[in-house]
C-alpha cells in the first residue's frame, strides 16, 4: 500500500479501532484518535518534504498509485496521485485535522461517536485530494457529508439541526450536477474512461454547448463548496453551530476543495467554456468579497464575523482563478488557500477558546479583555493582522500576489480595484472587533472570572502562527513546490 | 403437420420444484406438531429457501417444456433477488411468529415460499400465459399475507385492498395481453417483438389505435404492482396494515416481481415500439411520465409521513420511478443496471424492514418519533439503520449509490444514443434532484435517532435471527458497494441474452 492510500485508511482503521473502545474511557479514545490523526500529519508533511526534493520539478503526477480496476464493467478504477497543487494541501488537512482533534479533548458528551466520526471525515479529505478517478473522486467528495452531518447535528449549537441539514442538503444538491457532467463526460470520451488526468490532457472534446453545460455543472457542485456568492448561505449556519473543531476543519480544508477541484478538474478541462465564463467568475468573486466584508462588518457574533469573512476571503480565491492566464495569480490562489486555511483556522480555534470560558459570543458583551489575559489577546491580534493582510505574513503574500497577477491578465481593471477596497474592508471589520474586545474598560464583575489560554489550546494554535509567519516571510519553497504544476495547469487552461 | 412433443426438462425447474416441496413440507410440519413447531418451523422454511438456492446454482442455464421455461441470465438474477428476499421476509419474522401468528406459522412461512415459486415462475417465462399465471401465483398468496393479522383492522383492510386492486390490475393486464395476442396472433414474446415489428411495417402503422390500447392496458396493469403512479393509491395503505415483515416481501420481492414482468412484456416483446418514431405508439416516453410521476410523487409526499412503513412505502415508489429510468435505456447497460438496482434495493431494504420490524417487535410503534434516541439505547441498530437509509438516499460507497450510478449512466448513455431522446437527460435530471428531496426524509430518521434528546429511548429486543438479517443487509449494502464488479459482471450478462449488443 503506497503512502496516499496510507494516508486515507490510517484513519479509517482509527476510526474502526476507536468504535471498539469502552466507552466510559474518555482519555483512551481521545489519545488513540491523536495517534491515528498524527500519523496521516507527519506523513503528509513528509510527502511535502519528499515531493519538493524529488519531484517538484515536474508537473507529473507522483506516488502514483494505480489504476487497479476496481470495477471493470464501468470502467472505474482506483487511481491516487498528488502534484504540486495537491501536496500542499494534504500537508494543510493533516496538520489540521491533528490540531482539531486535541482541540476537541473538551468534548464530553459521546466522546467516542465523536471521534469516530472525526477519523472518517479526515479519510474522506484526504481522498478528495488524492483522488485521479472522478468516481473515486465522488465517493470520497460525498463520504465527507456525512460525519460532517452528524459532527454538527449532534455536537453543535442551538440551531444544530437546521445547520445540518442544511449542509448536507445544499451540498448534495451540488454534486449531482458533478454527477451529470461526469457521465456525459464518461459517455463522450473515446474510449469511455472516468481517469481525470486523460480528461484534462486531453481537453474536452464536446460540441461548445455540452461543454459549456458540463462546465456550469461542474461549477455549481464546487462553487456551492468555496463557497461563492451566491451559493454561500449554507456556510454561516453550518460555521456558527459546528462545534469548534469542526468549524476549523470546515473553513480550513472543506472549502478548499471547491477551489482545488475547480483548478483539478474543470478549469483545465473546458479551456473554452473558462474563456467565456471568466468575466462572471471574477464578478462573484467580486461580490463575495465585498458583501462577504460587508456582512462581517454588521455581526454581532463573533463566530458569525469569522464565518463571514470566508466568503470574502474565498472571494480573492475565485478573482484570481478568474485570472487564469496568469500565473502569479493562481500561486496567489493557491496560498490564499492555504494562508486562509491557517488563519480562519486558528480564528475559529480562538473563538472557541473565549467561547469555552465566557459561554457567549457576542462582540458587544467584552471589552478591555486584553488587561485580563493578555496572551489570548497577542495571538488573537496576532491571527486577526494575518488575515487582514498585514505584511510579513501568509495573508499579505496570498492577496498581493492575487492583485498583481490578476491586475495584468484580467481585461476589467476596475475589479482589482474594488478587490483592494475588500481588503480595507477586511481591516475595517477585524479592527473594530479587536477594539471592541479587547480595548477599552474592562468589568471585573462580569469577566473576572476569565483565565488565560490553557496550554493545549496554546498548542493547537503554535504551528499555525508558525506557518503563517514563515509563508509570510519565506514563501519561496511553496513557490517552488507548486510552480511546475501551476505552469503546466495554465498552458492547459489557456488552450 | 407432425406434432412434436415438446421436452419435458424437469431438471430445469428443479429449483421451483424443491421451493415447492419445502413449502408443503413446513406447513405439514407444522400441523404435524400440532402448531407447537415454536421456531424451528421459521429455520425450516429458511433452510428450504437455502437448499433451493443451492440447486439453483447448480441447475445453470437452458430452456425446457417447448419454449415455455427459460433459465436465461435474467431468470437466474431475479430468482436470486426472489430468494433472498424470502428469506430475509422470513428471518425477520420470528418476533412476529413467536407471539401474534402462533396457530398459523406453518401457512405464514409456507405462503411467503410458495409466493416465491410464484416469482420464479414469472422469472423463467418468455411467454404471455405462462407469465400470467406465474404472477397471479405470486400475488394471490400475498392477498392473505397482508390480511394475516385478522384481529387487526389495518391488516384486514390491507388485504381486502390489495386483493381488490390486485384483482383489478390482473383483468387490466390480461386485456392488454389479449389485443397483443390478437395483433401478433402468437403469445411468445420473441416471436411476438418480431411479428408485431413486422406487422407494423407491413400496414404502414395502421395497428395505431388497437396497439396504443394494449399498451396503455399493460402500462396500467403492471403500473399497478410496481406502484407507479397514478396507480399507487393502494401502497402506502396496504405496506402500513400488513405484517412488516410481509412489506417488506411487498417492497423488494413482489416488486421485482412486477419488473420482471415489465422486462418480458414491454422491454422485450414491444421491444421495437420504443421509438420517438412510432409515436403515438411510443411506450418510452408514457413510462418517462409514469417514472417522473413516481419519483416527484414519491419523494414529496414521502416527508410528510410520521410512520416510518408509510415513508417506506411512498420512498419505494419513488425506487420504482428510478428503476424505470434504468428500464428505458434500450442498451447494453440498461436491463444489467435495472438488475443491479434491485439487487442493491434487496439488501437496503430488506435490511431497513428488518429494523422496523425489530423496533415493532419490542415497542408495538412504527413511528418516527418512537425512534428517538435509539442510537443511545441501541448504537449497533440505529448504526445498521443508519447506513441502509443513506444507502435509500444513493451516498457512496453504498450499494445503493452504485445502483443509481449504474440507472443514470445508462440511461444518459441512451440519451445520447439518437436524436429525439433529449427528454431522457431532463428524466436523470429529474431523478438526482428527486433523490436530493428523498435525503431529507431518510436523513430526519436519522436525526430523531441520533439528536434526540428522550431520557429513556427505547430499546431494541433481542432477536438472534432478526438480528442476523440486519448484519446479512448491512454486509451486502457495504460489500456490494465497495466491491460491485462480480455483480455487475453477472447482470450485464442479461441485457447480451436478449441480444442488446455492445456498440
Known amino acids: 500500500m503506497g503512502i496516499l492510500s496510507q494516508l486515507i485508511f490510517i484513519p479509517l482503521l482509527g476510526m474502526i479501532v476507536v468504535m471498539f473502545l469502552p466507552k466510559q474511557n474518555k482519555w483512551a479514545i481521545r489519545w488513540t484518535t491523536t495517534f491515528f490523526a498524527a500519523i496521516p500529519c507527519v506523513q503528509s508533511l513528509w510527502l511535502l518534504w519528499d515531493y ?44 489540521l485535522t491533528l490540531v482539531s482533534v486535541v482541540a476537541s479533548f473538551n468534548i464530553e458528551n459521546r466522546v467516542k461517536e465523536y471521534f469516530a466520526f472525526f477519523l472518517l471525515l479526515e479519510a474522506g479529505m484526504m481522498g478528495v485530494f488524492v483522488a485521479l478517478d472522478f468516481f473515486l473522486f465522488y465517493v470520497f467528495w460525498e463520504i465527507m457529508l456525512v460525519p460532517m452531518y452528524f459532527l454538527i447535528g449532534v455536537w453543535g449549537g442551538p440551531r444544530k ?90 473553513a480550513a480544508v472543506l472549502l478548499k476543495m471547491g477551489t482545488y477541484a475547480m483548478l483539478r478538474i474543470s478549469w483545465p478541462m473546458f479551456p473554452a467554456a473558462l474563456r467565456d465564463c471568466a468575466f462572471y467568475i471574477a464578478l462573484l468573486g467580486l461580490i463575495g468579497i465585498i458583501y462577504g466584508a460587508l456582512v462581517s462588518m454588521a455581526q454581532k457574533d463573533l463566530k458569525k464575523l469569522v464565518a463571514y469573512s470566508s466568503v470574502s476571503h474565498m472571494g480573492f480565491c475565485m478573482l484570481a482563478l478568474a485570472a487564469y492566464t496568469s500565473e502569479q495569480a493562481i500561486a ?47 495571538i488573537m491580534v496576532f491571527f486577526a493582522m494575518g488575515s487582514l493582510g498585514l505584511p510579513g505574513m501568509s495573508g499579505f503574500v496570498s492577496e498581493f500576489m492575487i492583485f498583481v497577477g490578476s491586475f495584468g491578465v484580467l481585461a476589467q481593471k476596475w475589479m482589482v480595484g474594488i478587490a483592494v477596497v475588500g481588503v480595507l474592508l477586511g481591516a475595517a471589520y477585524l479592527l473594530r472587533m479587536v477594539q471592541r474586545i479587547f480595548l477599552g474598560p474592562f468589568d471585573e464583575a462580569k469577566w473576572g472570572f476569565l483565565t488565560e489560554i490553557n496550554v493545549r489550546e496554546t498548542l493547537t494554535v503554535a504551528p499555525l502562527m508558525v506557518l503563517t509567519l514563515w509563508i509570510g516571510i519565506y514563501p519561496k519553497p511553496l513557490n517552488v513546490l507548486m510552480s511546475e504544476t501551476l505552469q503546466h495547469l495554465i498552458t492547459l487552461m489557456a488552450r | 403437420m407432425e406434432f412434436q412433443l415438446p421436452e419435458y426438462s424437469l431438471r430445469l425447474m428443479l429449483p421451483e420444484i424443491v421451493l415447492f416441496l419445502a413449502a408443503l413440507a413446513v406447513m405439514t410440519f407444522d400441523i404435524g406438531t400440532r402448531r407447537r413447531s415454536g421456531a424451528a418451523v421459521g429455520y425450516l422454511a429458511m433452510g428450504g429457501l437455502v437448499l433451493t438456492g443451492i440447486v439453483l446454482a447448480s441447475t445453470g442455464y437452458g430452456r425446457g417444456f417447448g419454449n415455455m421455461f427459460f433459465n436465461d441470465p435474467l431468470a437466474v438474477f431475479f430468482k436470486v433477488i426472489f430468494i433472498g428476499a424470502a428469506f430475509m421476509a422470513i428471518g425477520s419474522s420470528f418476533g412476529i411468529t413467536a407471539t401474534k401468528v402462533v396457530n398459523h406459522r406453518g ?53 381486502i385492498k390489495y386483493l381488490i386492486v390486485g384483482a383489478f390490475s390482473s383483468a387490466l393486464l390480461l386485456f392488454g395481453i389479449s389485443y397483443l395476442y390478437g395483433l401478433s396472433g402468437t403469445t411468445d414474446l420473441t416471436q411476438m417483438q418480431l411479428a408485431l415489428a413486422t406487422k407494423q411495417l407491413y400496414t404502414q402503422g395502421q395497428m395505431g389505435a388497437v396497439l396504443l390500447l394494449a399498451i396503455v392496458a399493460i402500462l396500467a396493469g403492471l403500473g399497478f404492482k410496481l406502484a407507479l403512479p397514478p396507480f399507487h393509491q393502494w401502497v402506502p ?8 415483515p410481509v412489506t417488506a416481501f411487498l417492497s423488494v420481492g413482489s416488486k421485482a416481481a412486477g419488473i420482471v414482468a415489465f422486462i418480458k412484456i414491454i422491454v422485450i416483446g414491444l421491444f421495437s415500439f420504443y421509438e420517438p418514431l412510432m409515436a403515438p405508439n411510443d411506450w418510452g416516453i408514457m413510462v418517462g411520465v409514469l417514472a417522473a410521476a413516481a419519483m416527484i410523487l414519491g419523494n414529496t409526499v414521502a416527508i410528510r409521513q410520521s410512520n416510518i412503513k408509510r415513508m417506506l412505502a411512498y420512498s419505494s415508489i419513488a425506487h420504482a ?183
Open chain 2, 321 to 503: 420511478g428510478y428503476v424505470m429510468v434504468g428500464m428505458l435505456a434500450l442498451n447494453e447497460l440498461g436491463l444489467a443496471s435495472v438488475a443491479f438496482y434491485m439487487f442493491a434495493y434487496l439488501f437496503t431494504n430488506m435490511g431497513a424492514f428488518a429494523v422496523v420490524t425489530l423496533f415493532e417487535d419490542r415497542t408495538g410503534s412504527c413511528e418516527i418519533s418512537a425512534y428517538d434516541g435509539l442510537a443511545r439505547s441501541s448504537p449497533f441498530v440505529a448504526l445498521s439503520l443508519t447506513v441502509f437509509l443513506l444507502s435509500l438516499t444513493g451516498i457512496p460507497p453504498l450499494a445503493g449509490f452504485v445502483g443509481k450510478y449504474y440507472v443514470f449512466a445508462a440511461a444518459i448513455k441512451h440519451a445520447g444514443s439518437q436524436a429525439g431522446l433529449g427528454w431522457l437527460y431532463w428524466l436523470v435530471g429529474l431523478a438526482l434532484l428527486t433523490s436530493v428531496f428523498a435525503l431529507y426524509y431518510y436523513a430526519n430518521v436519522i436525526k430523531v435517532m441520533y439528536f434526540g434528546k428522550s431520557p429513556d429511548p427505547a430499546g431494541m429486543s433481542f432477536n438472534p435471527p432478526a438480528l442476523a438479517m440486519i448484519v446479512i443487509g448491512l454486509v451486502g449494502v457495504v460489500l456490494f458497494g465497495l466491491y460491485p464488479g462480480p455483480i455487475i459482471e453477472f447482470a450485464s450478462h442479461i441485457p447480451l441474452s436478449y441480444g442488446f449488443l455492445v456498440p
Open chain 1, 161 to 250: 439541526e437546521y445547520a445540518a441539514i442544511k449542509f448536507f442538503l445544499y451540498t448534495l444538491f451540488g454534486s449531482i450536477f458533478m454527477l451529470v457532467a461526469i457521465l456525459i463526460l464518461y459517455f463522450t470520451s473515446e474510449p469511455h474512461t472516468l481517469s481525470i488526468l486523460e480528461h484534462v490532457q486531453n481537453g474536452s472534446t464536446l460540441p461548445y454547448t455540452l461543454q459549456m453545460v458540463c462546465f456550469i455543472f461542474f461549477f455549481i457542485a464546487f462553487a456551492i463548496k468555496v463557497p461563492v456568492w451566491p451559493f454561500h448561505t449554507w456556510l454561516p449556519d453550518a460555521h456558527v453551530e459546528a462545534p469548534t473543531a469542526v468549524s476549523v476543519i470546515l
Open chain 2, 237 to 244: 395503505d396496504v405496506y402500513e396494515g400488513s405484517p412488516t
Open chain 1, 332 to 378: 496567489g490562489c493557491m496560498y490564499q488557500m492555504i494562508s486562509h486555511g491557517l488563519l480562519t483556522g486558528a480564528l475559529f480555534l480562538l473563538v472557541g477558546v473565549i467561547y469555552d470560558r465566557a459561554h457567549t459570543r457576542e462582540i458587544a458583551a467584552f471589552g478591555g479583555l486584553g488587561s485580563k489575559i493578555p496572551v489570548y489577546t497577542a
Open chain 2, 107 to 159: 401457512e405464514y412461512f409456507g405462503l411467503i415460499m410458495l409466493s416465491t415459486v410464484g416469482m420464479m415462475f414469472l422469472a423463467s417465462s418468455r411467454e404471455l400465459l405462462s407469465l400470467y399465471i406465474g404472477l397471479e401465483l405470486t400475488t394471490i398468496p400475498l392477498f392473505v399475507l397482508a390480511a394475516f393479522f385478522k384481529d387487526d383492522k389495518r391488516s384486514v383492510e390491507a388485504g
Open chain 1, 52 to 95: 519538493f526534493y524529488n519531484y517538484s520539478g515536474s508537473y507529473l503526477m507522483a506516488y502514483v498509485e494505480g489504476p487497479y480496476e476496481w470495477v471493470p464493467s464501468l470502467n472505474v478504477q482506483y487511481f491516487l496521485g498528488v502534484d504540486g497543487i495537491s501536496v500542499p494541501l494534504l500537508a494543510l488537512t493533516g496538520l
